[in-house]
Antibody, heavy 123, light 106 residues
Framework: EVQLVESGGGLVQPGGSLRLSCAAS????????MNWVRQAPGKGLEWVAN????????YYVDSVKGRFTISRDNAKNSLFLQMNSLTAEDTAVYYC????????????????WGQGTMVTVSS | DIQMTQSPSSLSASVGDRVTITCRAS??????LNWYQQKPGKAPKLLIY???SLQSGVPSRFSGSGSGTDFTLTITSLQPEDFATYYC????????FGPGTKLEIK
């Protein structure tokens, strides 16, 4: 079964740090771009970051640039999000998502999602 | 950055109705447009990719159309399980989601 399982969420004080993990199984992890998407309570979806298959290309939404770092360990089928200098605006459920490529185009979509992990930034 | 808008923001409909949700991109995105369904407390689910392709396992009452900047998601013959929030998303340059359309039971 294709599966993504996030972990690492919790309560953190403003200015603090947190590292999220996403464990992948049931597919060849190293063959896919991977993403983090978040959703603040009662709000819509916000794409946060993505990373290519070998970790050499990374992209971020402007609001997290310089504070968040996406990375992966293909040997351990794992995706990570290091979050620093957290603020209340970062409070959200964080989802990891697999990016499928629509062959033979270069179009893509997020076809597999984890269940999410909640991050709460509060004093 | 590419901005996405959706209309309406909410919609009331009855079982059996046909509904259409519109999504607009702030610039040309070809067919780099996907649609997702999300139910409360659950992860989003991919419905339509590349504007009009039905994801495997998704019922054929869902369809998508459009190209360039204007797109639509149509659900024919609404079923009880279709009441949810729907998001469009562009993948032309990184990713951006629309604000969502909440589909409620009338």
């Amino acid at each position: 079964e294709v599966q993504l399982v996030e972990s690492g969420g919790g309560l953190v004080q403003p200015g603090g740090s947190l590292r999220l993990s996403c464990a992948a199984s049931g597919f060849t992890f190293r063959s896919y771009w991977m993403n983090w998407v978040r959703q603040a309570p009662g709000k819509g979806l916000e794409w946060v970051a993505n990373i290519d298959q070998d970790g050499s290309e990374k992209y971020y939404v402007d609001s997290v640039k310089g504070r968040f770092t996406i990375s992966r360990d293909n040997a351990k089928n794992s995706l990570f999000l290091q979050m620093n200098s957290l603020t209340a605006e970062d409070t959200a459920v964080y989802y990891c998502a697999r990016e499928m490529i629509v062959v033979p185009t270069d179009m893509d979509a997020l076809d597999v999602w984890g269940q999410g992990t909640m991050v709460t930034v509060s004093s | 950055d590419i901005q996405m808008t959706q209309s309406p923001s909410s919609l009331s409909a009855s079982v059996g109705d046909r509904v259409t949700i519109t999504c607009r991109a702030s610039q040309y995105i070809n067919s780099y447009l996907n649609w997702y369904q999300q139910k409360p407390g659950k992860a989003p689910k991919l419905l339509i990719y590349t504007a009009s392709s039905l994801q495997s396992g998704v019922p054929s009452r869902f369809s998508g159309s459009g190209s360039g900047t204007d797109f639509t998601l149509t659900i024919t013959s609404l079923q009880p399980e279709d009441f949810a929030t729907y998001y469009c998303q562009q993948s032309y340059y990184t990713h951006t989601f629309g604000p969502g359309t909440k589909l409620e039971i009338k």
